[in-house]
């Protein structure tokens, strides 16, 4: 599995393209980091990678998962999994339902998903919070059912968005190692988009800079 | 991949365009066509302006065209100032959902309602004058015009009293998109007292937020017919009561100046929106001149909203005694100058359903579940699919969407009716709920789609990036995130329902009889225990409906802290 | 002659069977079929008597009465009317109509009517349809069996005895009166049948010449019947409720403020209805009715079908149902509805006469006696050119 970016530009209507054109290659398992100065279109980026670009804007190059373009998929089809700066949970569902959300249809059985659930909870460190209202959790247990939720799904993929800038010091690398640790652990590539330079140093892959066009 | 986003959306724009825009335009065109004297059905056939010719000689219609502007202007007037003086004084107070609940009871209650009771209330012989008869010596009520006086006056204050919360309202909601406190922080530290901060910098930022809804507001005002009938002036009434007069004339050539007239109310609010247009580029140059000249101080810091408040709040005492006395006359038997309360009291009049009460009250809510139901799916879909297309919001359709708001009703509904007359499909309960559904979906649409567009659309992208695809995330995600504000959306479309009464009489044929057009036509009756009855009925029902959309939620995201409604602080 | 009456005879007893065969096909056509009774919807107690009639024609007849309950009786003709532009000749949402004087004349001028069917209904027999009977002439306007009689109206006020003790005994006495007491009466407003029948009572006495008034109405008998009209009404407004600037909409409004103690005198075209009215705890008790001496304007209330009615038969069911004897013995009960019969009693039986002497009383129901002679209605053009001109006259 790798996510292979080639010559891809975006650019609203008939604006200047957001950023000059990127390459980028990541092996699976590896943490590939993508900085550059705010506003350059790093959020936009991922939006196009995972299928979300808004109507108007235009893309050049490609993306490809496995050597496969997945530019012609809908989001829901792409298997490209994604992590936000605020984890993102759904608030009107519980904790383990989050979970459940996420986690994979090819699991079967009211009692397999349900124990499939309560292993991601265990493996994260949050045993028994499966009926917890997201709301009441901490941020590093949000980040962390953020982040348990994308792998359920068994992405080929994953995307993050700033995932650690929101964290206190201490949380922050432990949370880094946490995700990485998973990332590699799955061997999948992974994309961060990030402000902090010590992500990029930790994850300790493929490094790209967004520039102005 | 958005094909099918841009199909769902070109249908919805069709039904809308289909259902809604074309029978308006086809009713104005209708009456249009018979103001300039062609219909056929009573043998005019020659085109020419004798129908206006013959409105000119309607007695009394010079007098009932300046009561109209009067009316309309005065009181859509009155209450932006009372409603922006509130704003100044208790915005924080008001933030939130502690405003909506506050103001939700005086929105529920349909226009109709509040008129019979204030008219009691305000009455000679009503509730006010008993109070005040030991102390001024009245052994008689006074013989004063306090309903339905010349001027119009009572008739302004009955839209003052359901028009203030509505555009205090408005003005909350846009508050929270132009949170006002840093802007306060910034004046306040330059110097400029609180109202000096909201007159200068605030309003100005929500004064595009609210324009529309305050022409919906303006437009109404001018063309009611319920409330003026009830509580404006009868010799000559407003414009709008004076068409309806014409429109139902046994001379059926009558028909001719009454469409005439249909085109002149139709000119008059035409006009009143120029002239708010006018208004406001005039202020807007003024209004630099003065603000450039940086006085600090003024009339607004104080003086000005804290008279806006006593207003208010007398209005919304006025609009509370209202319903109150309603009730209290659907309980009694004998109430006889000058007691304060019923000599007697009897459940006769609730004990009767037959009488009329119980038809009308199952035709009323199947009306309003049919209605709210058809608009909120329309305003789902409509939605849902500028969504799926990943379409920034059609401007142009969603300012059509107010047209029904905007062309007042007498002009285009005897039009349309003939219409429908036309096509067989006139005096059912199906022609009604369409017809409701045309001011029924503007509010739903309305009220949804800000709290739809402005929903954190990271968790459509989450759910599509765990593999759900368009349905899913529709179904599991968006319906029930948005609980809240959907059936806030359908809390007010039931009240708009409850409310219609033009619409139900026209397209229903007189059939389908609802709490409201029962509590109209009563209102012109003997026996005020029966209406009050039928009024107290009619301004529970939606009330009711808040009370569901302010529990239903509450209770299903009992345990999910960012779904409840902020906390009062 | 004797050959003329064996003839007549013949076909008389020859038609008996026919109309007999006739009305049963109209009550095997009526069953099942709902009537959408257009009726004015002011009045609790004549919707609560039309729900009843419902449900006896539905128990008798298998025939649903849904009424369609009007604030004014032109809604409904300007709903034919609209039916008849669209060409909806069938069908129709209307089937009956409670009718009246200008309505009436207004439908039938346009031919929106159906009929003539009175006499094809069995109960008509119990009916003086002589040509001067009230019953044949609505406003001058002959009936020709256009429209069915169902309730009798007759012009009478209403006063409050406790704050009245001596009513005005004819309608010039309104104006001493009420120069002693202003701003304590008024009229309905003669947009509204019931103001223009006060204006109507007034012409009547105070025209030079009444007999023009059974005339249709031209620009120059208008000018002299209605000029001391106008000099006496100038005389009573500035002493009118709220200065004759503002009118009651109707005379149940009007009711409203006699019973708040705003007005002291109320008028109805029910003699009935203030004893009614005092039953349902609609009016002081002490209230009574009166009628100026020379007596006052009276008519007959009728039902007629339109011409593009959905349910005739059933219409037809109803119109008769309304001319039983019964029905109009229970329509004069007080505690019913309290209207007079517009049954001939000479033509009645023992029973059904019976029925009626039997019908409780009130102190304030007066008796047919007390009501004085019935003055006819003037020709409906009249009242037209009437309250057209009170308009122009009164309506700044």
């Known amino acids: 599995m790798t996510l292979e970016i080639d010559n891809l530009t975006l650019r609203f209507r008939d604006r200047p393209a957001l950023f000059a054109p990127l390459t980028l290659r990541i092996a699976p398992g590896e943490v590939g980091t993508v900085m550059g100065p705010s506003g350059v279109g790093k959020s936009t980026l991922l939006d196009a990678i995972a299928g979300h670009l808004a109507h108007g804007f235009t893309l050049t190059g490609d993306v490809r998962l496995n050597g496969q373009s997945v530019l012609r998929l809908p989001p829901e089809r792409r298997r490209i999994g994604?992590?936000?700066?605020?984890?993102?949970?759904?608030?009107?569902?519980s904790v383990g339902d989050n979970l459940a959300f996420g986690l994979t249809p090819d699991i079967r059985g009211r009692a397999a998903r349900a124990n499939a659930v309560e292993q991601a909870l265990i493996r994260a460190g949050l045993a028994g919070l499966a009926p917890r209202d997201p709301a009441t959790l901490s941020g590093g247990q949000r980040a962390r059912v953020a982040l348990m939720r994308a792998l359920l799904a068994e992405p080929m993929a994953l995307l993050m968005d700033e995932p650690f800038s929101k964290l206190d010091a201490n949380l922050r690398s432990e949370m880094r190692s946490f995700a990485f640790a998973h990332i590699r652990e799955r061997d999948i590539p992974a994309l961060v988009v990030t402000h902090d330079p010590a992500d990029a140093e930790v994850a300790n892959g493929p490094k790209f800079l967004l520039s102005v066009a | 991949?958005?094909?099918?986003?841009?199909?769902?959306?070109?249908?919805?724009?069709?039904?809308?365009?289909?259902?809604?825009?074309?029978?308006?335009?086809?009713?104005?065109?209708?009456?249009?066509?018979?103001?300039?004297?062609?219909?056929?059905?009573?043998?005019?056939?020659?085109?020419?302006?004798?129908?206006?010719?013959?409105?000119?000689?309607?007695?009394?219609?010079?007098?009932?065209?300046?009561?109209?502007?009067?009316?309309?202007?005065?009181?859509?007037?009155?209450?932006?100032?009372?409603?922006?003086?509130?704003?100044i004084l208790a915005s924080d107070r008001l933030a939130g959902r502690r405003g909506a609940r506050l103001l939700a009871p005086f929105l529920a209650a349909p226009h109709a309602a509040m008129a019979i009771g204030l008219a009691f209330l305000l009455a000679p012989s009503g509730w006010i004058a008993r109070g005040l008869a030991p102390v001024m010596g009245w052994d008689r009520p006074p013989d004063l015009a306090t309903v339905n006086d010349p001027l119009g006056l009572a008739l302004m204050l009955g839209l003052m009293v359901k028009e203030v919360p509505f555009l205090l309202l408005v003005m909350l909601s846009a508050l929270t998109q132009v949170p006002p406190r840093r802007d306060l922080a910034i004046g306040r530290s330059l110097g400029y007292g609180r109202g000096m901060v909201w007159v200068k910098v605030i309003l100005p930022q929500i004064w595009p937020l609210i324009r529309l809804p305050l022409m919906v507001v303006l437009a109404y005002a001018l063309s009611v017919v319920d409330m003026a009938l009830i509580l404006g002036p009868s010799n000559p009434p407003t414009l709008a009561v004076l068409l309806v007069r014409l429109f139902s004339d046994p001379d059926l050539a009558r028909l001719l100046p009454a469409s005439a007239g249909a085109m002149l109310q139709l000119g008059l609010v035409?006009?009143?929106?120029?002239?708010?247009?006018?208004?406001?580029?005039?202020?807007?140059?003024?209004?630099?001149?003065?603000?450039?000249?940086?006085?600090?101080q003024g009339v607004a810091d104080l003086l000005a909203p804290r008279a806006a408040g006593l207003v208010a709040l007398l209005l919304m005492g006025l609009g509370a005694g209202a319903m109150l006395s309603l009730l209290v006359w659907s309980m009694a038997w004998r109430w006889p100058w000058p007691e304060i309360w019923p000599e007697s009291g009897s459940l006769q009049a609730w004990a009767r359903p037959g009488s009329g009460w119980g038809r009308a009250l199952w035709n009323t809510a199947l009306l309003a579940f049919a209605t709210t139901g058809l608009s909120l799916m329309l305003a789902i879909a409509w939605l849902e699919a500028e969504d799926r297309a990943r379409m920034a919001r059609a401007r142009w359709a969603e300012a059509l969407i107010y047209l029904p708001l905007l062309v007042p009703q007498v002009s285009f509904l005897f039009g349309m009716n003939v219409l429908l007359l036309r096509l067989g499909l006139s005096g059912g309960m199906a022609a009604v709920i369409w017809g409701q559904c045309l001011f029924v979906f503007p509010y739903v649409m309305i009220a949804l789609s800000d709290p739809w567009r402005a929903r954190d659309r990271r968790l459509d992208r989450a759910a599509a990036a765990l593999g759900a695809g368009p349905w899913r995330r529709m179904v599991a995600v968006k319906l029930p995130v948005l609980l809240a504000p959907i059936c806030t959306a359908a809390a007010i479309g039931m009240a708009v329902s409850v409310a219609q009464y033009l619409p139900t009489l026209f397209l229903g044929a007189g059939r389908i009889a609802t709490l409201t057009t029962e509590a109209v036509t009563l209102s012109s009756s003997s026996d005020r225990r029966v209406v009050g009855v039928l009024a107290s009925l009619q301004a529970v029902l939606p009330w009711l409906a808040y009370l569901a959309a302010f529990l239903l939620p509450a209770l299903l995201h009992r345990n999910r802290r960012d779904l409840r409604p902020a906390h009062d602080a | 002659m004797k050959k003329l009456t064996s003839a007549t005879l013949m076909a008389l007893t020859l038609a008996t069977p026919t109309l007999a065969d006739d009305w049963q096909a109209t009550l095997d056509a009526a069953k099942g079929q709902t009537v959408?009774?257009?009726?004015?919807?002011?009045?609790?107690?004549?919707?609560?008597?039309?729900?009843?009639?419902?449900?006896?024609?539905?128990?008798?007849?298998?025939?649903?009465?849904?009424?369609?309950?009007?604030s004014d009786t032109a809604e409904a003709v300007t709903r034919v009317l609209s039916e008849k532009a669209a060409g909806q000749d069938a069908g129709g949402a209307v089937d009956l109509i409670w009718i009246n004087g200008p309505n009436f004349l207004a439908m039938k001028e346009q031919g929106l009517l159906h009929g003539p069917f009175v006499a094809g209904l069995p109960n008509a027999r119990y009916l003086d349809l002589s040509p001067a009977s009230p019953n044949s002439v609505d406003f001058t306007v002959p009936v020709e069996g256009m429209e069915s009689p169902w309730r009798l109206a007759k012009f009478v006020f209403t006063h409050d005895t406790a704050r009245v003790a001596n009513p005005p005994a004819d309608m010039a006495g309104f104006v001493a009166w009420?120069?002693?007491?202003?701003?304590?009466?008024?009229?309905?407003?003669?947009?509204?049948?019931?103001?223009a029948t006060f204006l109507k009572q007034a012409l009547i006495e105070l025209a030079p010449d009444p007999a023009a008034l059974q005339q249709p109405v031209t620009d120059e008998s208008f000018a002299a019947t209605a000029a001391p009209l106008w000099a006496w009404y100038d005389a009573l407004r500035p002493h009118l409720w709220r200065k004759g600037e503002a009118f009651p909409e109707n005379e149940s409004v009007q009711q409203q403020l006699l019973n708040d103690g705003e007005i002291d005198m109320a008028m109805s075209f029910d003699p009935a209805s203030a004893a009614a009215a005092i039953a349902q705890g609609l009016l002081p008790e002490t209230v009574r009715v009166f009628v100026p001496k020379g007596g006052s304007i009276g008519n007959v209330s009728f039902v007629a079908i339109p011409y593009n009615a959905a349910h005739k038969e059933g219409a037809m069911v109803v119109a008769n149902f309304l001319l039983d004897p019964a029905t109009q013995a229970h329509m004069q009960n007080i505690d019913v509805l309290g209207s007079f019969s517009v049954l001939n009693p000479a033509r009645l039986d023992e029973g059904a006469k019976a029925s009626f002497a039997a019908l409780p009383t009130a102190p304030a129901l007066p008796a047919l006696a007390d009501l004085g002679p019935t003055l006819l209605e003037p020709h409906a053009s009249w009242m037209t050119r009437l309250t057209e001109e009170w308009a122009k006259r009164y309506t700044k």
């Open chain 1, 82 to 93: 994604l992590v936000f700066q605020d984890a993102v949970l759904f608030p009107h569902l």
């Open chain 2, 1 to 87: 991949m958005t094909t099918e986003g841009r199909l769902l959306r070109g249908m919805v724009l069709l039904v809308v365009g289909i259902g809604f825009l074309a029978p308006i335009a086809a009713g104005v065109w209708q009456t249009a066509r018979a103001a300039l004297g062609v219909l056929p059905a009573i043998g005019a056939t020659e085109p020419g302006l004798q129908a206006f010719a013959l409105l000119a000689e309607v007695p009394g219609i010079g007098r009932a065209i300046w009561l109209s502007v009067v009316t309309g202007l005065g009181s859509t007037l009155m209450s932006l100032l009372i409603a922006g003086g509130v704003v």
């Open chain 3, 178 to 195: 009420a120069s002693e007491n202003p701003g304590r009466f008024t009229h309905p407003d003669p947009s509204n049948f019931m103001g």
């Open chain 3, 36 to 70: 959408y009774w257009n009726a004015w919807g002011g009045d609790d107690r004549t919707n609560a008597f039309i729900a009843w009639a419902g449900q006896e024609t539905e128990r008798l007849y298998g025939v649903k009465i849904e009424q369609v309950k009007l």
């Open chain 2, 270 to 296: 035409v006009a009143s929106f120029a002239a708010l247009w006018g208004g406001e580029h005039l202020l807007r140059g003024l209004g630099l001149i003065w603000l450039r000249r940086g006085r600090r």
